[in-house]
C-alpha cells in the first residue's frame, strides 16, 4: 500500500494534518485529494475544536506544485487541477474552527497560499522563508496567492512580492504581517500545540471562535451592510449557546469558565 500524502491524527481537540511528500512536500492532484478529504474528516468532528498544518520534515512546510506534473499536464488539465486546488483552501479558509499553518521550514508558491488560506501562522525561528515565486515561472500565483496576499499586507507590497518573485526570511515575514508569530527553534512543535491548546475546550469557546471566523471570513467580502447583518446573525447564535450561559455565570461568581464547544 502506497505511503499517504497527507497524515491526519486528532489529539485532544486538535486534528493535526501533515503534508507528507519529502523532502518539499510539494503537491500533486493526489495530494490535495488527500487533503481535501482531511479538511472534511477534521470539519465534520465534533470532537474537533482546531485544525493544524504542518509539513513532514524540518526542512519544508510545502514547497508548492509539482513542477514537473505541470509541465506534463496539458492546458485543461492544468485549469482543472488549479480549480480543485482553489476549491480545496476555500473549503479549508471556510471551515468553522481555527486553522493554524505550523511553518516549519521553507512555504513558498503554492505552500505559502495553502498557508494564506489559515487563520494564523506560525514560523520557526530562522527554519526557512516564504513567497510567492511563481513569476520567475512565466506563471502567476494559483492558489489564491493574487487574492489572499493583498488582504495580508496590502495591495502594494503583495504586488511588489509578486513580481520581484522575492523570498523573505521568517522575521521579515513577521514585520510585514504574512506570519503572526516566530517561535524559538528548539521545542517548536511542542509551543505550537501549547499555543493551539488555548483555543480548545474547556479552556475557550470554541464554537464563539468559530463564529468569529466566520463573521470575519463573509464579512471581507462584502459591504459593511451586509457585514454587520451576518455579525447580528451569528451574535444570535452565541446569544443562545450553552457556552455564553457558562462564560456569564463564571463572570458573575468570579470563577474560571468551562466551556463545552456549544
Not at 98 to 117: D, K
Amino acid at each position: 500500500m502506497a505511503n499517504k500524502l497527507v497524515n491526519y491524527s486528532t489529539d485532544r481537540g486538535l486534528a493535526i494534518i501533515e503534508l507528507n511528500n519529502p523532502p518539499a512536500n510539494s503537491y500533486g492532484l493526489d495530494l490535495l485529494r488527500e487533503l481535501d478529504d482531511a479538511i472534511i474528516q477534521a470539519r465534520l468532528d465534533e470532537d474537533v475544536h482546531v485544525l493544524v498544518l504542518r509539513g513532514a520534515g524540518d526542512r519544508f512546510f510545502c514547497a508548492g506544485a509539482d513542477i514537473k506534473m505541470l509541465n506534463e499536464s496539458s492546458p485543461a488539465g492544468r485549469y482543472n487541477f488549479a480549480l480543485f486546488g482553489n476549491e480545496t483552501l476555500q473549503r479549508l479558509e471556510r471551515t468553522p474552527k481555527l486553522v493554524i499553518a505550523a511553518l516549519n521550514g521553507h512555504a513558498t508558491g503554492g505552500g505559502l497560499e495553502i498557508a494564506m488560506a489559515c487563520d494564523i501562522r506560525l514560523a520557526r525561528k530562522g527554519g526557512g522563508r516564504v513567497g510567492v515565486p511563481e513569476v520567475n515561472l512565466g506563471a502567476i500565483p494559483g492558489m489564491g496567492g493574487t487574492q489572499r496576499l493583498p488582504r495580508l499586507i496590502g495591495r502594494g507590497r503583495a504586488i511588489e512580492l509578486m513580481t520581484t518573485g522575492r523570498l523573505l526570511e521568517f522575521e521579515e515575514a513577521h514585520a510585514l504581517g504574512i506570519v503572526n508569530q516566530v517561535l524559538e527553534s528548539d521545542g517548536f512543535w511542542e509551543k505550537v500545540l501549547e499555543y493551539a491548546r488555548q483555543f480548545v475546550v474547556p479552556n475557550r469557546a470554541s464554537a464563539a471562535v468559530g463564529w468569529i471566523k466566520r463573521a470575519v471570513t463573509s464579512g471581507l467580502d462584502a459591504s459593511l451592510d451586509v457585514g454587520l447583518a451576518v455579525e447580528r446573525e451569528l451574535l444570535q447564535q452565541a446569544f443562545t449557546s450553552e457556552d455564553l450561559k457558562e462564560g456569564t455565570s463564571a463572570f458573575l461568581e468570579k470563577r474560571k469558565a468551562v466551556y463545552k464547544g456549544r
